[in-house]
Every structure is written in C-alpha cells, then in structure tokens.
C-alpha cells in the first residue's frame, strides 16, 4: 500500500491546487478526476486497440490450440510466431490494464488521506494526533479507523487546542479546509450511516449503487460486446454495485462521492472511445492496411523475380540480339567477296 500512498501524495497537490481555486472540496474532486481520466486517456486509447488485435486474433488462436492442444510446447512457439507475425504484444494490454488501475488507486488515497496527501502535513505529526485522539474516552475509536483523518478534519475545531504538533499555519489550513467540505447541500465529511435522513446523505450511496448499475447494463450495449452471461457472472453484475453501495453508505461521504464521479466518468470515456476507437473498426482499418502492405511486398517480389535474359554489350533487346550476329556474317563475307574481286580485277590488268 506504500506505492499507492506514495502516489496519492503526488495527485494530492493537483487536488489542493483545484481546492485553493475554488475552495470547495466536491467541486475539486470533479475538477480532479477529470483532469486524471484525461492524464490516463491515452493508456486506455491503448488498451482499446491491444483489445481490438487480440480479438481479432481469436479464430487463429483457436486453429493452433486445436492443431497443437497436446503439446503445449509447440503450441507456446507457433502462439509466438503468430504475435510476431501480426505485430501483438501479449502482455501490452495487461500493461496498459495495470497502470490506470495504479493510478486510480493513488486518487483514492489522496482522497482518504487528505492531511498527508492534500494538505502534505508530516506524516509523524498526523501519526502523533491520531494516537492522541485515541485516548480520548467516548470518540477515540473514530480515529483508530481507516478512515481517521478525514474524522480529524471534520472534528479539528473541537481538538485543535489539544494538539500543539501542528503549527499555526498547518492549524489554520486544517480549519479551512474542513469547511469547504460542503457541497450542494451534503457534509463530504459525515458518514451516511451515523447521519439522518434528513442530511440527505443518504443520496450518496444511492447514486453510487445507480450509476454503477446503469453502467454495467448500457457497457455491453455501447461497446457491442453482448455475450451472455452465466453462472456467477451474472450474479456479480448486481453484486458489486450493491457492495459499492454498502462502502459508500458506512464511509465519509468524501469517498462515495469519489466513487460516483469516477462511475459516471468511466462510463462517459468508454462512451466517446466506443465512437472513435471502436473495435470492429479498428479491426476492420488494420485488415485493409494489413492487406494492403501484402500486395505492396507482392509487387515487390514479381519485380525482383522477373527474368533478366542473356546480357548484350550494347544492353539491345533479344529480338536485335538475335539479328546482329547474322549482319555480322554478312558484312564478313560481303567484304570477302569484295577482296576477291579487287584482286582478281588487280590480276587481269597485269595480264592485259
């Protein structure tokens, strides 16, 4: 978890950038995560097109596992060959899987951490309050939770006199930024569960188990990937969202709300790469090209393949290669006979 902490801390000063302009907490973390989907667009650019070659590698996959199903050695190399032949890297959509994942989880611990991650007070002075706070009969065991310094922030007005580990002006940003935390209405701090219904928080997990819903059943419809779902499957399509719903509903609002943006988010991404990278059309665009290169390497050998014939001093064709050695025979005799005659004639006038 350290990597991810670390991370957090990194995406923190972009959340405490966008909470010094607008100082309001919730319009920060839209303002945030739209920033990072669009830092992280084009690893699922990525993702999207190493998923459109390997589909539409499937149909050749299957010949050589059929082909070479007991020997997993042989099938191994002609899987190899396959990738080298259509350009594939197996792994790369593990990778570009992998590292929005990372980031996301980063988001997450800025956002649950915010005194080490946003505000970047030390991390042994918040470890010093915390364990402070703990002692405290009746409400110590808000701060032993995961979730501790967000309680930190929402209740520092009442403990600020009872930590000198903070400074003044780290007093003073903790205090501030504890009431920015209100927005439209909700406490991004409360926690739906120990808040009544009239706070209206409620509205978060709510929101959070519909988006996530409406996500997973407009996904398959707008990506075109409608296979159908059995066994456990499609149980886990209502089974996630509602375990999304419980977190969101025994946690701060903060996180919840996190949790929808992001949803609603992801699902607007996918949407918009669905139109311009879509799969068939990718699969389609890289089968023409692919074509058209093979005819182009076609071309290419015919020409280097195409019979030279006999070479000729003076680079004429066959047809006059043909023709020159008989004028050549010609010309030889025709100044025979001519020497004949010139000497005959050179005979006869010595005679007269």
């Given at each position: 978890?350290?990597?991810?902490s670390w991370i957090g801390n990194v995406f923190g000063y972009l959340l405490w950038f966008f909470y010094e302009f607008t100082k309001n907490?919730?319009?920060?973390?839209?303002?945030?995560?739209?920033?990072?989907?669009?830092?992280?667009?084009p690893f699922s650019i990525k993702q999207q097109k190493s998923m459109a070659?390997?589909?539409?590698?499937?149909?050749?996959?299957?010949?050589?596992?059929?082909?070479?199903?007991?020997?997993?050695?042989?099938?191994?190399?002609?899987?190899?060959?396959?990738?080298?032949?259509?350009?594939?890297?197996?792994?790369?959509?593990c990778l570009t899987s992998i590292i929005p994942l990372i980031i996301m989880m980063g988001i997450y611990y800025s956002v649950v951490n915010p005194l080490q991650n946003t505000l970047h007070i030390a991390g042994s002075?918040?470890?010093?309050?915390?364990?402070?706070?703990?002692?405290?009969?009746?409400?110590?065991?808000?701060?032993s939770g995961f979730y501790g310094e967000i309680d930190l922030v929402?209740?520092?007005?009442?403990?600020?006199?009872?930590?000198?580990?903070?400074?003044?002006?780290?007093?003073?940003n903790i205090a501030s930024f504890g009431q920015g935390f209100n927005f439209l209405g909700l406490n991004l701090l409360d926690t739906p569960q120990s808040s009544?219904?009239?706070?209206?928080?409620?509205?978060?997990?709510?929101?959070?188990?519909?988006?996530?819903l409406v996500t997973q059943w407009l996904m398959p419809k707008i990506t075109g990937n409608q296979m159908a779902m059995q066994g456990c499957m499609k149980w886990m399509m209502f089974i996630l969202p509602l375990f999304s719903a419980w977190i969101a509903y025994?946690?701060?609002?903060?996180?919840?709300?996190?949790?929808?943006?992001?949803?609603?988010?992801?699902?607007?991404?996918?949407?918009?790469?669905?139109?311009?990278?879509?799969a068939d059309t990718m699969i389609a665009k890289e089968e023409a090209a692919r074509i058209a290169l093979r005819e182009i390497e076609e071309k290419k050998v015919k020409m280097i393949a195409l019979p030279e014939g006999p070479r000729n001093m003076g680079g004429l064709p066959a047809?006059?290669?043909?023709?020159?050695?008989?004028?050549s025979a010609k010309k030889s005799s025709s100044r025979k006979k001519g020497s004949n005659k010139s000497t005959s004639d050179y005979l006869g006038s010595k005679k007269g």
């Open positions: 978890m350290q990597i991810f907490y919730g319009v920060s973390i839209i303002l945030f995560t739209i920033v990072l989907k669009i830092i992280m667009f070659k390997n589909t539409r590698l499937q149909g050749k996959q299957k010949e050589i596992q059929k082909k070479y199903g007991d020997n997993k050695q042989k099938m191994s190399e002609e899987m190899q060959k396959l990738y080298q032949q259509e350009g594939v890297n197996p792994m790369g959509g002075k918040v470890t010093e309050a915390m364990q402070l706070l703990q002692q405290v009969p009746g409400v110590g065991n808000l701060f929402k209740h520092f007005d009442f403990f600020k006199d009872f930590l000198p580990m903070f400074s003044a002006d780290e007093a003073a009544s219904f009239s706070s209206m928080l409620w509205l978060i997990p709510v929101l959070c188990l519909v988006s996530s025994t946690v701060p609002a903060a996180v919840g709300f996190y949790w929808i943006i992001n949803t609603v988010l992801q699902f607007l991404q996918t949407w918009v790469l669905n139109i311009f990278y879509n047809s006059q290669k043909k023709a020159e050695p008989q004028k």
